[in-house]
Nanobody, 115 residues
């Protein structure tokens, strides 16, 4: 089993930026395509971005394309999500996992976009 620990969330004004981190407890993390997910109140958890094992390819949901950037540092067993031009509709708890969602979810990190 791999433990996932997300961090970096907070309260930010519309138009602001945040950088999220997700640290994995085992190096096996490095062979997986990883994703950032989010879940807003009353909504299903959705995949917003994913990155292949080597970082060579990324993909984004239309709602965040051009504003969010996913990256990874396999030496640190960590993936990141740089979020720019944040909107109130980005408010959610953000999680990471493989795109197959094979590991137990971490506690997530709350992102609140509000003036």
């Amino acid at each position: 089993q791999v433990q996932l620990v997300e961090s970096g969330g907070g309260l930010v004004q519309p138009g602001g930026s945040l950088r999220l981190s997700c640290a994995a407890s085992r190096t096996i993390f490095r062979i997986y395509t990883m994703g950032w997910y989010r879940q807003a109140p009353g909504k299903q958890r959705e995949l917003v971005a994913h990155i292949t094992s080597t970082g060579g390819s990324t993909n984004y949901a239309d709602s965040v394309k051009g504003r969010f950037t996913i990256s990874r540092d396999n030496a640190k067993n960590t993936i990141y999500l740089q979020m720019n031009s944040l909107k109130p509709e980005d408010t959610a708890v953000y999680y990471c996992n493989t795109i197959q969602r094979i590991w137990e979810w971490g506690q997530g990190t709350q992102v609140t976009v509000s003036s």
